[in-house]
């Protein structure tokens, strides 16, 4: 019996049945809201086209057919007129898709049914009944709860599939859910109740007492004779009163199987999508993508082409530059092209070595058991020229000696690779090659320079996309989805996964070679793209995110020393004050209180303290950090749970567990720095994410006193000042901020004067504090209601305080509102290098809509700063290279961070600060200041 994970068949003799209301409500709520040119939302019809098509291209079923519900109830309401009562209205924004997804389904060519007199599940379960009668194969697209009771893994099996979670639902699966087969799952949907049909099943039994009481007694008739012995009085007592109500649930859940079928199953055949109805229907939707990805599901004659020549990429502009990463090519493994480097082998990879020395290019994949390449262990490796075979070298499997063979040595692996991959020819191609260069580094391989990295490519030219990970990238880009090991369930879905470690040799191969293979591919595509884009996108990659990969390649494996025992002390002092925070609010309740319990404090502030309901949520109002912040100024409680929340954050994420991640044999911390993650530019660091350390509290400036320097040594930080409101003065043009960063005056000062109306003599610490908390506002889009919050003030005081600060800087107003009006003409934002990220959020409205003009704000000064802080590092660490006295460890914010020889900071901080100051050249100076100390506390003063 194969361990495979279950996953549909398509082909011959296949009928895909599409529970289209069930995605079309889903993927409303799953994606951001998208409108169409003429402002119609248009986000489920996109979402459910993008979810008809990839099945399509991915299984090529036989018979297709849409399922849609006409509001038929099949005869349920007549049993219970308060059958799905307590149903939410429809959004607003959806109500009109679902005409618009019908004219979809029939543009796509794809078989409409629905009935007036039956709900689209007893469709469903009709057509597989009478599909599985003819014998086919059914798969039901949808990820619905009641039509699990119809899978079944007998010849001719019924599947369901979730798109949306990649997920293939059998009987196993249900069982494994529910603990009970699908034959049973309706007697457990009525012992248990649904609430979203309004079932009301029995009282007090959930899903695993109903699935106990059916495998002890059989089926819901089972349970109910056997109620009156049941030994538990409570359930006992339910059973026998609500007996009736689960007879009634067992009917409302059951499924209609014998629904004359509006359409027989021949007429069910796909035909293909029609080239012009689709290109009439979809491009005045904006659909475009879509129209490009049809590909073979266009119903239409195949346009000639040189066999076997690789596709041309497609370019998918939204405007002059800005790119969305989508389908461009294709791409088929070939497991068969794979080999593997034996312990005999030694010879047969010399000369697949001295073959890609004479290639222009090496494609490299690395496999690792653990997800920091700083951490993980480099188990094989996978290489191959431009075409030919890949060749799998096992370096560190697990009894590999007992399943398939001896592996070479590494000592003799070294000695052939090393060359190779440090030599500048043939060019290196790889993704993620900053991880790569780690994993390599840890068995002693070099990895010189990369010439192309299709993750960073994806990141500097689209970083709004969710994901620029390799398999991601595969999906999107060449329409194929990358093998994973046969009993590895995907990312998230069990914890049964092997470790790379353990996997067979033949099987890692394969997992790993045909990442090789689909990174050709990728290459390929990218490179047309990259020859296709404008020379300041192009410059985004081999300017700055390539270099940058090269710094952090060196900065990562550093580290900073930490005095773990000045830790502990932190930790143990930490305890008390939070022992202290406790007990002040057990005393203010007048009991003891679980600040941890979101039910105990829901009952603590609005029954006991009657404080006035936040956010509504499934269990009652929300206790979030944002929540408690609008009470605190009710109640001194609720600042006495966020200080409890505050401490035990950071005695959990940093004083007790930043000891666990020092290296005992150097004292140092090392992080890892995302480089392809955040959609601003910036970086960000995990394993730990030192970013987050709070910066102006007393907690945190003691935690960075356990950052230190080693004897000899100093820690030297340099910080641009004010970089944010330098580039809004730079791009604003406003003559009132340029002047007071050009007259090098302070800035918060002079702002406080003239929203104050007082000399900069006489600005007091608190209107400067103000004037500070409005300056760094403007640049975050911050409104009234969120500065009164920071200041602890009242709205409208925010508001005018706002308003004079606009009406003395009317530059930055100006250009605050064209930056929107600018963004929502061209559909994206762009730094000051010409980095450009797409705002589809401009094109909604409500809450999307406010988000995308916060990014229309944000990007062209947050993303700005990024830029200019990574055109710091590769100046510095390039200017440092070969200076063994001074190395550059860590970048937090707009800080970057050195160790260097106690005796020569001063000739550090000269030889740095210009470099940082002179990265770019703005209608106002860079500043930079610099601290130096035996601790990076000590840096700041």
């Given at each position: 019996?194969?361990?495979?994970p279950l996953?549909?068949?398509g082909?011959?003799g296949?009928l895909?049945i599409?529970?289209s209301y069930?995605?079309a409500?889903?993927a409303y709520?799953?994606l951001?809201m998208l409108?169409a040119p003429?402002?119609?939302?248009v986000n489920?019809?996109h979402g459910f086209?993008?979810m008809?098509?990839?099945v ?6 036989q018979?297709?057919?849409a ?6 109830d099949?005869h349920?309401?007549?049993?219970y007129a308060?059958y799905?009562a ?8 959806l109500?009109p898709q679902f005409?618009?997804i ?10 409409r049914?629905e009935?007036r007199?039956y ?5 469903i ?5 009478a599909?599985r009668?003819q ?5 039901i697209v949808?990820g619905?709860k009641?039509l699990?009771?119809l899978v079944d893994?007998?010849?001719p099996?019924?599947?369901?599939y979730?798109?949306?979670?990649s997920l293939?639902?059998?009987p196993q ?5 529910f603990?009970?087969?699908p034959?049973r799952l309706?007697d457990?949907?009525?012992?248990v ?20 009481l059916?495998?002890e007694?059989?089926d819901?008739?089972g ?7 049941i030994?538990q ?6 059973l026998i009163a609500h007996?009736?109500?689960a007879?009634m649930?067992?009917r409302l859940?059951?499924l209609?199987?014998d629904?004359a079928l509006p359409?027989p199953?021949p ?5 293909g999508?029609?080239?012009a109805?689709v ?5 005045p ?8 990805e049809l590909?073979?599901t266009?119903r ?17 502009v939204v405007?002059?530059g ?7 090519g294709?791409?088929?493994?070939d497991p ?10 030694e010879?047969r990879?010399?000369a697949l070595v001295?073959?890609w020395g004479?290639?222009?290019r090496?494609?490299?994949h690395?496999l ?6 700083l ?6 490796l996978?290489l191959g020229?431009?075409?030919?075979p890949?060749a799998y070298?096992?370096?560190q499997?697990?009894?590999?000696d007992?399943v398939s063979g001896?592996?070479l040595?590494?000592?003799r692996v070294?000695a052939?690779?090393?060359p190779?991959l440090?030599?500048?020819r043939?060019?290196?191609l790889?993704?993620?090659h900053k991880?790569?260069g780690?994993l390599?580094?840890s068995?002693?391989?070099p990895?010189?320079a ?6 960073l490519v994806s ?6 996309r969710s994901?620029?990970?390799l398999?991601a990238?595969?999906?999107d880009?060449?329409?194929a989805?990358?093998p994973?090991?046969d009993d590895?369930p995907r ?6 996964r092997?470790?790379?470690g353990?996997l067979d040799v ?7 070679g045909?990442?090789?293979?689909a990174?050709r ?9 990259l020859?296709s884009v404008?020379?300041?996108?192009r410059?985004l990659?081999?300017d700055i995110?390539?270099p940058l990969?090269w710094?952090?390649r ?6 900073i020393v ?11 002092d930490?305890a ?20 941890d319990?979101?039910i105990?404090?829901?009952k603590?502030?609005f029954?006991e303290r ?7 949520t499934?269990?009652g109002?929300?206790t979030d950090?944002?929540?408690l ?5 009710l109640d001194?409680?609720?600042?006495d749970i966020l200080t409890?929340r ?7 994420t940093y004083l007790d ?6 290296d005992?044999?150097?004292s140092?911390l ?6 392809a993650?955040a959609?601003?530019?910036?970086l960000s660091?995990?394993?730990p994410?030192l970013q987050?350390i ?9 935690i960075?006193?356990?950052f230190?320097?080693?004897?000899g040594?100093m820690?030297v930080?340099l910080?641009y000042?004010q970089?944010?409101l330098?580039?809004l003065a730079?791009?604003?043009?406003d ?5 007071a960063f050009?007259e090098g005056?302070?800035v918060?000062?002079?702002?406080a004067?003239?929203v104050?109306?007082v000399?900069?003599h006489?600005v007091?610490d608190?209107?400067r ?6 300056n760094?506002?403007?640049?975050y889009?911050?409104?009234?209601f ?5 200041l602890g003030?009242?709205r409208g005081?925010?508001g005018?305080?706002?308003?004079a600060?606009?009406?003395r800087?009317?530059g930055?107003?100006?250009y605050?509102?064209e930056?929107?009006t600018?963004a929502s003409a061209?559909?994206y ?7 450009k990220r797409?705002i589809?959020e ?5 809450p999307s809509?406010?988000?995308?003009e ?7 000064i947050?993303g700005?700063a990024a ?5 710091a590092?590769i100046?510095?660490?390039?200017r440092?290279?070969h200076e063994p006295?001074?190395?550059m460890l860590?970048?937090?914010h707009?800080?970057?961070i ?7 900071v001063?000739e550090?901080v ?8 002179d990265?770019?050249?703005l209608s106002?100076?860079l ?6 100390g035996r601790s990076w506390?000590?840096c700041?003063?």
């Amino acid at each position: 019996m194969s361990d495979a994970p279950l996953r549909p068949e398509g082909g011959p003799g296949s009928l895909f049945i599409f529970d289209s209301y069930n995605f079309a409500f889903r993927a409303y709520h799953a994606l951001p809201m998208l409108n169409a040119p003429d402002g119609r939302p248009v986000n489920a019809v996109h979402g459910f086209c993008r979810m008809v098509q990839a099945v399509r291209r991915e299984f090529a079923p036989q018979y297709v057919v849409a399922i849609f519900d006409a509001g038929g109830d099949g005869h349920r309401r007549e049993m219970y007129a308060e059958y799905k009562a307590t149903r939410a209205p429809t959004p607003e924004d959806l109500r009109p898709q679902f005409p618009l997804i019908r004219e979809a389904t029939d543009a796509l060519g794809i078989p409409r049914v629905e009935d007036r007199g039956y709900e689209a599940d007893d469709l469903i379960a009709s057509y597989t009944k009478a599909a599985r009668a003819q014998g086919l194969r059914v798969v039901i697209v949808s990820g619905d709860k009641d039509l699990m009771q119809l899978v079944d893994d007998a010849a001719p099996a019924c599947l369901l599939y979730d798109t949306m979670k990649s997920l293939t639902v059998g009987p196993q699966q249900v069982l494994e859910k529910f603990g009970v087969p699908p034959s049973r799952l309706g007697d457990l949907l009525a012992l248990v109740g649904d609430s979203s049909d309004n079932v009301p099943g029995v009282p007090g039994i959930g899903p695993k007492t109903a699935a106990a009481l059916l495998l002890e007694h059989g089926d819901l008739e089972g349970v109910l004779a056997a109620a009156p012995a049941i030994p538990q009085r409570a359930r006992r007592e339910k059973l026998i009163a609500h007996a009736d109500d689960a007879r009634m649930s067992r009917r409302l859940v059951a499924l209609h199987e014998d629904v004359a079928l509006p359409l027989p199953i021949p007429q069910l055949q796909d035909p293909g999508a029609d080239e012009a109805a689709v290109v009439e229907f979809f491009e005045p939707l904006g659909f475009r993508q879509i129209v490009r990805e049809l590909g073979s599901t266009v119903r239409r004659p195949a346009a000639s082409a040189t066999a076997g020549a690789p596709a041309a990429a497609t370019v998918p502009v939204v405007d002059e530059g800005a790119i969305e990463i989508g389908r461009s090519g294709s791409f088929e493994a070939d497991p068969d092209a794979i080999v593997v480097i034996g312990g005999d082998d030694e010879a047969r990879l010399a000369a697949l070595v001295e073959a890609w020395g004479a290639q222009p290019r090496l494609f490299v994949h690395a496999l690792a058991e653990g997800d920091d390449p700083l951490r993980a262990q480099l188990i094989g490796l996978a290489l191959g020229g431009g075409d030919g075979p890949v060749a799998y070298v096992p370096l560190q499997h697990r009894q590999a000696d007992l399943v398939s063979g001896p592996t070479l040595p590494l000592p003799r692996v070294q000695a052939l690779l090393a060359p190779l991959l440090a030599a500048d020819r043939p060019q290196k191609l790889a993704h993620d090659h900053k991880g790569l260069g780690h994993l390599l580094s840890s068995v002693g391989l070099p990895l010189g320079a990369v010439a192309m990295d299709p993750m960073l490519v994806s990141y500097a030219l689209d970083p709004a996309r969710s994901a620029h990970d390799l398999e991601a990238l595969v999906h999107d880009v060449l329409g194929a989805t990358l093998p994973v090991a046969d009993d590895s369930p995907r990312k998230g879905q069990g914890r049964s996964r092997r470790r790379a470690g353990d996997l067979d040799v033949p099987e890692a191969a394969r997992v790993t070679g045909v990442r090789v293979q689909a990174l050709r591919a990728l290459v390929r595509d990218f490179t047309a793209l990259l020859a296709s884009v404008p020379t300041s996108a192009r410059k985004l990659v081999d300017d700055i995110e390539m270099p940058l990969s090269w710094v952090l390649r060196r900065v990562e494996p550093r580290g900073i020393v930490v005095d773990t025992e000045q830790l502990a002390r932190q930790s143990a002092d930490l305890a008390t004050q939070i022992a202290a925070v406790q007990a002040a609010v057990d005393q203010q309740a007048g009991h003891a209180v679980h600040i941890d319990s979101p039910i105990q404090l829901q009952k603590l502030l609005f029954e006991e303290r009657s404080l006035p309901p936040t956010r509504k949520t499934k269990t009652g109002f929300t206790t979030d950090a944002k929540a408690l912040e609008e009470l605190a100024l009710l109640d001194p409680i609720v600042v006495d749970i966020l200080t409890y929340r505050s401490l035990t954050k950071l005695k959990g994420t940093y004083l007790d567990t930043l000891p666990a991640l020092v290296d005992p044999a150097t004292s140092r911390l090392r992080t890892s720095f995302h480089q392809a993650v955040a959609a601003t530019g910036r970086l960000s660091s995990a394993d730990p994410n030192l970013q987050n350390i709070p910066i102006r509290t007393a907690e945190g400036k003691r935690i960075r006193e356990a950052f230190v320097a080693p004897p000899g040594r100093m820690l030297v930080a340099l910080d641009y000042s004010q970089i944010e409101l330098r580039i809004l003065a730079h791009l604003s043009g406003d003559p009132n901020l340029v002047s007071a960063f050009v007259e090098g005056v302070d800035v918060h000062r002079r702002t406080a004067a003239e929203v104050f109306g007082v000399g900069e003599h006489e600005v007091s610490d608190e209107q400067r504090r103000i004037a500070k908390a409005v300056n760094f506002g403007v640049v975050y889009g911050q409104t009234a209601f969120g500065l009164a919050q920071q200041l602890g003030i009242p709205r409208g005081k925010a508001g005018s305080y706002i308003r004079a600060y606009f009406e003395r800087v009317p530059g930055v107003d100006r250009y605050m509102r064209e930056l929107i009006t600018i963004a929502s003409a061209k559909g994206y934002a762009e730094t000051i290098l010409g980095r450009k990220r797409r705002i589809p959020e401009l094109g909604m409205r409500g809450p999307s809509r406010s988000y995308g003009e916060r990014i229309a704000r944000n990007t062209p000064i947050q993303g700005s700063a990024a830029d200019i802080l990574k055109l710091a590092m590769i100046a510095v660490e390039r200017r440092l290279e070969h200076e063994p006295w001074a190395q550059m460890l860590l970048t937090v914010h707009d800080e970057l961070i050195f160790e260097c020889d106690e005796r020569r900071v001063d000739e550090l901080v000269a030889l740095a600060k210009p470099l940082m100051q002179d990265a770019v050249t703005l209608s106002v100076p860079l500043s930079v200041e610099a601290g130096w100390g035996r601790s990076w506390a000590a840096c700041k003063g």
